[in-house]
């Protein structure tokens, strides 16, 4: 199907916006915002502290040195 501009221009969909509906939408979206938020993985800080220093141990073992 081939449509000209003046068409497209022309066309009104069968809705209309609303203050209603515009703020409902932006619930939403600032729901999904929270909820994607909320399953951000953040590891305990003694988790990662944890793991930097077997890191840094690995690291110094592969290099033959030790902790002093």
């Known amino acids: 199907m081939i449509v000209s501009y003046d068409t497209i221009k022309n066309m009104k969909p069968p ?3 609303t203050d209603t509906i515009l703020f409902l939408v932006a619930s939403i979206s600032e729901k999904i915002g929270e909820i994607n ?3 951000l993985y953040k590891p ?3 988790l990662r502290k944890k793991n930097r220093i077997k890191t840094i ?4 073992e592969i290099e033959g ?3 002093i």
């Open 15 to 17: 809705y209309t916006i």
């Open 37 to 39: 938020a909320s399953h």
């Open 44 to 46: 305990v800080t003694e």
């Open 57 to 60: 141990q690995a690291s110094l």
């Open 65 to 67: 040195n030790t902790v």
